[in-house]
């Protein structure tokens, strides 16, 4: 089957086989335990509780790596793409950088508790494996165009985000019914030494390398221009440098960039420090943060699944609004819940030792936006591959996945890094949420610029 995009009119594409597309889509998969249960549930909120001296020193210490990896992320994405373009196949890039992401997760199982010495070690095994895991996305998502036409495309992006947070969700389970809820953990595992949360790091980086395994096989690639890996690298600078001083040409696609800037820097942050928020309010350890976690991904493989289907009927536009404005509105409600109190002064109870799980309303409070959230967290991010996927020129794909990928990064070292100041200078993790509010604002705002192509 063949479609064609009557805006760019762009050739047909043809559509690969459903074991192809599948593959593709399985990439997702792979990657999405890295941040189910390292950057988000598991590893970063023991990271901030137990390694560092304090709660707000390791949420500190944790935004400042976030910032460093988006810095290097944001500079490096659209050389990677530019060179990609110039030398067509993009599986050996994604498999180089699946390989140096799963290095650093693996090294997070020596992140102690109470670590003083070497704890710089461990925040450089957290770059490394944030960088890997980012790079690889740049190159799996720039081959979504050659995989299906561009009508279908929000349905197999959905698709393959829901299939990430099937996988974030069994790779949670896994933690949780494994290695923190029994009292004897799988392998021997000691709790006394946290072993159950640090455990993610190894276990993250082997999934990711046995489930990219398909889409290596079987994933149609784009064929190989011929030219030298050295050749192919100044070719691909050379043209990054026509592509940037020839931008005014490309105004939309700037407006999109511009505003993802801003709406995704507010996403990250918020699915980054929820879980962390949430240990230092709550006192959660493992078993509430895996089953929070559990919770929240089964509302965002809902809102994948009926996000892509909105993103092919209504458009890409709509369906990044309404998600991005309904995180607005939970992260509003996260914001208001501190201790003994939610929605800004309403006084409630909090959880007390020897409570239900959830039990305490201050908690009850918290899940219901958290819900919210999750239902349209996938939305959000499938249906903004899918439209940089539809306005890219055929030619340049790469290269405009790669600035994609930097739309994405260039601010997001903003929000962990005012983050990490504002908590350094007043103690607590309360104050600095509002920022993920106000980037998202600003985000859904700039959207109204974007002009989305039409397609059949």
């Known amino acids: 089957m063949s479609g064609t995009d009557i805006a760019s009119g762009r050739e047909p594409v043809v559509e690969a086989s459903r074991l192809g597309k599948f593959s593709w889509a399985l990439f997702d998969w792979a990657n999405q335990p890295y941040f189910t249960v390292v950057t988000t549930f598991i590893f970063a909120p023991y990271f901030t509780s137990f390694v560092a001296a304090t709660p707000a020193e390791g949420q500190a210490y944790w935004g400042y790596t976030q910032a460093i990896a988006g810095v290097l992320i944001a500079i490096l994405s659209p050389v990677f793409g530019s060179i990609a373009d110039a030398g067509g196949a993009r599986k050996p890039w994604i498999l180089f950088f699946a390989i140096l992401c799963s290095v650093g997760a693996f090294a997070l199982w020596w992140a102690v508790p109470g670590q003083q010495s070497g704890i710089f070690w461990i925040l450089a095994a957290i770059i490394l494996g944030t960088i890997g895991v980012e790079f690889s996305l740049v190159f799996n998502n720039a081959m979504l165009p050659t995989l299906t036409p561009h009508s279908k495309m929000g349905r197999l992006s959905g698709f393959g985000w829901g299939l990430g947070y099937i996988g974030g969700l069994i790779a949670l389970f896994i933690v949780l019914f494994g290695f923190s809820m029994p009292a004897d ?30 889409m290596l096989l079987f994933t149609p690639d784009t064929k190989s221009t011929g030219v030298s890996k050295r050749v192919a690298v100044r070719r691909g600078l050379r043209e990054l440098l026509v592509t940037l001083r020839s931008l005014k040409n490309y105004r939309n696609i700037v407006f999109f960039l511009f505003a993802r800037m801003f709406y995704n820097d507010g996403i990250l942050a918020l699915i980054g420090f929820s879980g962390i928020y949430a240990a230092g309010l709550f006192g959660w350890e493992t078993t509430e943060l895996g089953i929070f976690g559990i919770l929240i991904n089964v509302f965002a493989i809902a809102g994948c699944f009926i996000g892509g289907s909105l993103d092919d009927r209504l458009g890409s536009k709509p369906t990044i609004v309404i998600s991005v404005l309904g995180l607005a509105f939970a992260s509003v409600g996260i914001l208001s819940i501190t201790d003994g109190e939610v929605l800004f002064g309403i006084p409630v109870a909090m959880p007390v030792e020897g409570g239900g799980l959830f039990a305490s309303p201050a908690e009850i409070v918290f899940m219901v936006f958290a819900f919210v959230m999750g239902l349209f967290f996938g939305p959000a991010q499938a249906a903004s591959r899918t439209l940089i996927a539809r306005m890219a020129p055929a030619e340049k794909v790469g290269e405009f996945f790669g600035l994609f990928a930097l739309s994405g990064k260039a601010t997001a070292f903003m929000a ?35 002009r989305e192509p039409r397609h059949t």
């Open 185 to 214: 953990p799988l392998f021997g595992l000691s709790k006394m030494m946290h072993e159950p949360d640090r455990i993610t790091g190894p276990m993250s980086a082997i999934w990711f390398l046995v489930f990219i395994i398909p």
């Open 416 to 450: 962990p890094l005012l983050i990490g100041i504002v908590t350094s200078a007043t103690g607590q993790q309360r104050p600095a949420m509002i920022v993920i509010f106000i980037l998202l604002l600003i985000g859904a705002a700039l959207m109204s610029f974007v």
